[in-house]
T-cell receptor, first 114, second 111 residues
Framework: ETGVTQTPRHLVMGMTNKKSLKCEQH?????MYWYKQSAKKPLELMFV???????ENNSVPSRFSPECPNSSHLFLHLHTLQPEDSALYLC?????????????FGPGTRLLVL | EDQVTQSPEALRLQEGESSSLNCSYT??????LFWYRQDPGKGPEFLFT???AGEEKEKERLKATLTKKESFLHITAPKPEDSATYLC????????????FGTGTSLTVIP
């Protein structure tokens, strides 16, 4: 595997379900990110981790819970989601989060909440 | 207030018809301006990073330029495979080093 991988690629869940999204980066980077992409809206940054420590949380509802066990893996745990949470969830990584560092994205997980 | 504005929202070109996409930004203390290409249902694919006004970068039919207020992505003699959404993002000292993305330009190149 190369670059940034995400699983699953597609997910359909009910509002009472609990599921997790997984991201793995094979680039030797230290920072990882979760973004939400909805139709006709800019990418929204959700969480940032640098060296496994959370450095940003952009007022994301508690029904989204991130986990970063090491610099290569990032999870997004989902529970009691709402239909408006349906979107493309993108993971990205960069060498660091100090500024001016390119972020590389995974293919995304298309989430549909029924 | 929008940090990044991209125009046009959509662009249709005939194959071989050159054009430019615009990304204007309002942040100060720019740390980097980034161009990505995104195909439907896929993640953004990195194209270019620009750091300072006057900088230019090229890759095949694409050329990105940067001024103090905007960036252009010039597409020379496009082909149908260049059809995609092109995203611009900025990172600046006054944005906490976050990436702020525009809504993108959807490019369609007609054979």
């Amino acid at each position: 595997e190369t670059g940034v991988t995400q699983t699953p690629r597609h997910l359909v869940m009910g509002m009472t379900n609990k599921k997790s999204l997984k991201c793995e980066q094979h680039l030797g980077h230290n920072a990882m990110y979760w973004y939400k992409q909805s139709a006709k809206k800019p990418l929204e940054l959700m969480f940032v981790y640098n060296f496994k420590e959370q450095t940003e949380n952009n007022s994301v509802p508690s029904r989204f819970s991130p986990e970063c066990p090491n610099s290569s893996h990032l999870f997004l745990h989902l529970h009691t989601l709402q239909p408006e949470d349906s979107a493309l969830y993108l993971c990205a990584s960069s060498q660091g989060d100090r500024g001016g560092e390119t972020q590389y994205f995974g293919p995304g997980t298309r989430l549909l909440v029924l | 207030e929008d940090q990044v504005t991209q125009s046009p929202e959509a662009l249709r070109l005939q194959e071989g018809e050159s054009s430019s996409l615009n990304c204007s930004y309002t942040v100060s203390g720019l740390r980097g301006l980034f161009w990505y290409r995104q195909d439907p249902g896929k993640g953004p694919e990195f194209l270019f990073t620009l750091y300072s006004a006057g900088e230019e970068k090229e890759k095949e039919r694409l050329k990105a330029t940067l001024t103090k207020k905007e960036s252009f992505l010039h597409i020379t003699a496009p082909k149908p495979e260049d059809s995609a959404t092109y995203l611009c993002a900025v990172q600046a000292a006054n944005t906490g080093n976050q990436f702020y993305f525009g809504t993108g330009t959807s490019l369609t190149v007609i054979p």
